[in-house]
């Protein structure tokens, strides 16, 4: 889709679903910087390419100092412009694969914050969905309760109250309950998240 101003990429940009932006620093009606920094201060995350016959170093820094993550100065190689886009819709599509997490059939979507197993929404409060992050970041791998109580709790010594023990115990009711396969477990270490034990 190509916008032919400014004003037209802006309302695209924020409506449309897009893995890269290619963005001209001299639009018509909104310049190209304008319409980055005001698609980042509404937290839209998209990658953006700047092409522009710009070329001194200022020109650069501003791009990117407004969000830019790549600027291509006119004339370029066609080559080189489907590279760049290709490096960009990599990365982006690595940074979802990170915010959208999965073990066996429970899945986390740390944007949206919804936790689904088997399809089926699971209401977390914030410190049980932050618990289950980091267990799903550490996935078949033993996750020490000390390691919890920094991550989750911001401690930075281990308190006398069972405050890990009893947020899995709530943890395990709304993930395992029901089901007949177990995720949460306990080892000698600590606590584990894993599809087959």
């Not at 004339?75 to 760049?84: D, I």
């Not at 982006?92 to 073990?103: D, E, P």
């Not at 944007?111 to 689904?116: A, F, M, N, P, Q």
């Not at 395992?176 to 949460?184: A, E, K, N, P, V």
Request: hydrophobic share 40%; with cysteine; charged share 25%.
């Amino acid at each position: 889709m190509v916008a032919a101003d400014g004003h037209s990429g802006l309302i695209m940009a924020a409506e449309g679903a897009f893995d890269v932006l290619i963005i001209d620093r001299m639009l018509p009606g909104i310049d190209g910087l304008t319409l980055l920094r005001t698609l980042r201060m509404t937290k839209i995350d998209v990658p953006a390419l700047f092409l522009t016959a710009l070329d001194s170093i200022n020109d650069r820094v501003m791009g990117l100092q407004v969000g830019g993550d790549d600027y291509l100065v006119k004339p370029f190689s066609l080559a080189e412009l489907e590279a760049r886009i290709g490096a960009l819709s990599r990365r982006q599509t690595s940074n979802r694969q990170q915010m959208q997490m999965k073990v066996g059939d429970l899945e986390l979507d740390r944007i949206t914050r919804e936790v689904r197993r088997d399809g089926t929404a699971i209401d977390l409060t914030p410190k049980e969905f932050k618990l289950l992050t980091i267990l799903m970041l550490y996935e078949g791998q033993a996750v020490t309760r000390k390691l919890l109580l920094e991550k989750v709790w911001n401690y930075r010594f281990t308190p006398s109250t069972k405050i890990v023990e009893s947020h899995i115990s709530r943890l395990r009711d709304k993930i395992d309950s029901g089901y007949s396969q177990t995720l949460i477990h306990t080892c000698q270490r600590g606590y584990r998240i894993k599809a087959h034990a």
